[in-house]
């Protein structure tokens, strides 16, 4: 389990569009409590979705071969499967002019309910739920478990999290390199999205198919 929630989590953290998306709200005048609406809009839904897994389950794993178990990896499955078609859609996009999103120009200025509504919206969605599903093998009542779930959401958040303190601490420094870092993610965004979605959605199946097979 806590294999998957590393790899997962390092997914969610390295999604280009959302950090892309909080670079620029960060960037803009006044942008340092905007991009920090943003990051707490982005780890409180994270925590809602894992919390509500949790809840489902009591904290308690679920019983392996079981009905709720095989529909957990059957929703496991699909979501490698939709991974890995996502990542070979990306890659016919490899070379193409990247171009961002033109609701991106209106980012400058927004309220900071708003950002923290970007935040819940550019979520990596699927791999939350990968992750959430992921929870419900978990055992809460042991430490080391708990502790996992912890680690997952400040992992999945760690990229926002290091921006806004370089941000806060290192103000100048930062209005330097956000441009640049913009421009490289934006010049890399369909090569990551592409091996990211490819290594993580073969994981998801190769162990949920293995699973289901009776491993």
Not at 22 to 48: E, N, Y
Not at 100 to 113: C, F, N, T, V, Y
Not at 186 to 204: E, K, M, P, T, Y
Request: with cysteine.
């Amino acid at each position: 389990m806590i294999l998957d929630l590393v790899l997962i989590a390092l997914a969610i953290t390295l999604q280009p569009l959302p950090l892309v998306a909080f670079i620029l709200i960060l960037s803009s005048d006044g942008g340092l409590r905007r991009g920090l609406a943003f990051l707490l809009g982005w780890m409180l839904s994270l925590v809602a979705v894992i919390a509500i897994a949790v809840g489902v389950t009591g904290g308690k794993p679920l019983l392996p071969h079981s009905a709720p178990s095989t529909a957990a990896l059957a929703v496991k499955l699909a979501i490698g499967v939709f991974l890995v078609g996502w990542g070979i859609h990306h890659r016919t996009k490899i070379g193409q002019p990247v171009n961002e999103p033109k609701w991106m120009a209106r980012l400058d200025g927004i309220s900071l309910p708003v950002a923290a509504g970007f935040g819940v919206f550019l979520q990596a969605w699927p791999l939350v739920f990968a992750g959430a599903v992921t929870v419900l093998e978990a055992h809460v009542s042991n430490a080391g478990e708990i502790a996992a779930l912890v680690g997952f959401c400040l992992l999945a958040s760690s990229t926002l999290l290091v921006i806004e303190l370089h941000a806060a601490f290192s103000p100048e420094a930062a209005r330097r390199r956000l441009g640049s870092i913009r421009r490289w993610i934006n010049s890399h965004r369909d090569q990551a999205i592409v091996v990211i979605s490819l290594l993580l959605g073969f994981w998801l199946m190769g162990k949920s198919i293995y699973l289901l097979v009776g491993g």
